[in-house]
């Protein structure tokens, strides 16, 4: 069973300098952007995430198909750093008809979407909030794709960690907790239900 994930990037946009060269750019990830997925988790990834695994090999491609390459950061035309804001792309399309074709989509708007995969290296949780919040301290990146339709996010693998993440001993404890804040709330309205519903007087006034 793969672990891993697929996310939605962000906007992707199309650049040329003077030399005719045309390069996409974007963000495929934002840090400490909390996003749903869903409806199971949110999700964040912590900066600093990406900031070793980049240094592999990593290719752009064309709605997730290895056939469809279109750049790759060992021969420099995928180009993957981290700012403050996130993790940056930019891949200098390819002089075929595969880098012609996306680039002319993306410059009339009809692309306009990116995804990326990745495998989580490490992670916390946090279960004492509905829904438990996920945050990504270190990820691998095996691929940024520049996609016809951006596919919502999977959330096979995230579930099963969470459950594993909850029997182990640290998520246990986490997992308890959110259990004994809830029972609390439940038994404060519960009882602030039955003073609502209980009766002013224990008897009838006699005539």
């Known amino acids: 069973m793969s672990d891993f994930e697929k996310r939605i990037a962000q906007q992707v946009e199309l650049r040329a300098d003077e ?3 045309k390069t996409l750019v974007g963000y495929a990830a934002v840090f400490n952007s909390v996003t749903d997925i869903g409806g199971y988790f ?3 990834i912590a900066p600093g995430a990406f900031a070793e695994t980049i240094k592999g090999d990593v290719r752009c491609l064309f709605n997730h198909r290895s056939e469809n390459v279109l750049g790759r950061t060992k021969s420099g035309t995928l180009r993957l750093a981290e700012d403050s804001y996130g993790l940056r792309f930019e891949v200098d399309l390819p002089d075929t008809v595969l880098g012609k074709d996306v ?3 993306v410059a009339r708007g009809d692309i306009s979407g990116c995804s990326f995969d990745f495998r989580a290296m490490r992670q916390s949780w ?10 990504l301290e270190k990820v691998e990146i095996s691929e940024v794709s520049i996609v016809t339709f951006p596919a919502y996010a999977d959330t096979t693998v995230g579930v099963r960690s ?3 993440w909850r029997t182990g001993d640290k998520g246990r404890r986490n997992h308890l907790a959110a259990a004994r804040r809830v029972a609390g709330k439940r038994a404060a309205m519960e009882q602030k239900f039955r003073g609502i519903q209980s009766p002013v ?4 006034d006699a005539s």
């Open 19 to 21: 030399s005719g060269t």
């Open 42 to 44: 949110t999700e964040q």
């Open 103 to 105: 680039g002319t989509l």
């Open 126 to 135: 946090d279960d004492t909030v509905d829904p438990p919040k996920r945050t």
């Open 162 to 164: 969470l459950d594993e």
């Open 201 to 204: 007087g224990d008897g009838q």
